[in-house]
């Protein structure tokens, strides 16, 4: 069972920052696959980035590419999501997942492990 606690959310207009983090207990073994959703008010909830706890692949939604980035620091257990150049339909919630599984995947179901998530709302 991994805990998963996400932090960083908040309040910023148009063209703004935020790094949102997810700190993982207890570390994840080296397959897993963390990644981040999204889900704004009656919508479904999408995929946004993912990272594999070990190595260096990475993926991202197109509508969030060139944007956001996704980093770990393995010594502190935490994925980041930093995230430039915000819009307002970049307003939602925002999980952290992760994946036992060795392959990233873009689909919610594919996630065994979720946190409670933070909200970001972008303001125009």
């Known amino acids: 069972q991994v805990q998963l606690v996400e932090s960083g959310g908040g309040l910023v207009q148009t063209g703004g920052s935020l790094r949102l983090s997810c700190a993982a207990s207890p570390r994840p073994f080296s397959s897993y696959i963390m990644g981040w959703f999204r889900q704004a008010p009656g919508k479904e909830r999408e995929f946004v980035a993912a990272i594999k706890w070990s190595g260096s692949r990475t993926a991202f939604a197109d509508s969030v590419k060139g944007r956001f980035t996704i980093s770990r620091d393995n010594a502190k257990n935490i994925v980041y999501l930093q995230m430039n150049s915000l819009k307002p339909e970049d307003t939602a919630v925002y999980y952290c997942?992760?994946?036992?599984?060795?392959?990233?995947?873009?689909?919610?179901?594919?996630?065994?492990?979720w946190g409670q998530g933070t909200q970001v709302t972008v303001s125009s």
């Open positions: 997942a992760a994946d036992r599984g060795g392959t990233v995947s873009q689909e919610p179901v594919g996630y065994d492990y």
